[in-house]
């Protein structure tokens, strides 16, 4: 009779303690990630050590995301959220974190990950007011375009998990090294992309980091501010620039800006190129690799 409440009273406490700890509550490390690129990395670091429950859909855009029940009841269940950080999530993520009622994803524990503190941000301006658009007061945030920042942020997702879960800290270590030995790999391909020197018109400002590591140039925008659809007298403006300056296509992506370079393109004769922007946003782009590999396949 004693074994048995002994092991009844073990039964109704060891739950009761693990609430509210910063700890993994359960064999795999629940992973919420917002974006696909994120929970991507992140699967590559924690494979079949973590569950990842991805907030974002691959084809939305991530400007405007509005906070769901289902999101706080992830978070809720997270032991870390890692997020892409340069104000990109801020109209969702800090409502998400703090009705999650989360003690282990609350900003400033190991559980709360910005991976853009890892990396350098690019065009981060010097003030910022409304007639700007919107811009992003830290930086250009579309940073996951560049494998150099991908390296960058994959580093910090280990160290991450390592700390969480410290019995499998090898195990990140060395995925995190298959990590870098494919990236590397893959870079040898990449470098042969015929990419440098030619010149695009863009419709939002996302490929500024695959452009300084590829070596094009992005020489016009069909938003005249960022966040701000553009006029009819900016779109003729700019069909009279692409008329002069001749670039080599016209990118944008699937959520935003078809119908004003489907014109652009019959006024001029610059072809446009549908760019995937993120894992999973269209057919066969599984995981990061794959993005990019589509993303350089259309653009060469």
Not at 48 to 57: A, C, G, S
Request: a neutral charge; charged letters at 25%; hydrophobic letters at 40%.
């Amino acid at each position: 009779m004693k074994k048995y409440l002994f092991t009844l009273l073990n039964f109704l406490l060891v739950p009761m303690l693990c609430v509210g700890t910063e700890g993994p509550v359960s064999a795999e490390i629940n992973i919420v990630a917002t974006l696909p690129w994120i929970g991507s990395i992140a699967k590559e670091i924690g494979k079949d050590k973590v569950n990842i429950n991805v907030l974002v859909k691959p084809n939305h855009d991530p400007h405007y995301i509005e906070a769901k029940p289902s999101m706080i009841l992830a978070a809720r269940k997270a032991d870390i959220i890692m997020y892409n950080g340069l104000d990109l999530e801020i109209g969702y993520l800090p409502l998400i974190i703090e009705s999650s009622r989360n003690p282990r994803i609350q900003p400033g524990k190991i559980g709360n990950l910005d991976c853009s503190r890892y990396i350098e941000p690019i065009e981060r301006p010097l003030s910022v007011d409304k007639s700007m658009g919107d811009v992003h007061p830290l930086g250009n945030p579309h940073y996951h375009l560049s494998h150099g920042n991908i390296l960058k942020a994959a580093e910090g997702m280990a160290d991450a998990l390592s700390k969480i879960d410290s019995i499998n800290a090898k195990v990140y270590r060395k995925n995190l090294s298959s990590f870098k030995e494919r990236l590397k790999e893959k870079q040898r391909e990449w470098n042969f992309k015929a990419l440098k020197g030619k010149r695009f018109i863009a419709y939002h400002r996302y490929f500024e980091y695959l452009a300084a590591e590829f070596g094009f140039s992005i020489i016009g925008y069909i938003e005249p501010k960022p966040g701000i659809p553009p006029s009819l007298s900016h779109v003729e403006g700019l069909i009279e620039t692409v008329r002069e300056k001749k670039p080599d296509a016209i990118l944008f992506t699937v959520y935003g800006g078809k119908r004003e370079v489907d014109f652009i393109s019959q006024k001029t004769g610059v072809k446009g190129i549908m760019v995937p922007h993120d894992a999973g946003s269209h057919e066969g782009i599984n995981d990061w690799f794959d993005l990019m590999d589509r993303i350089l396949e259309s653009i060469e």
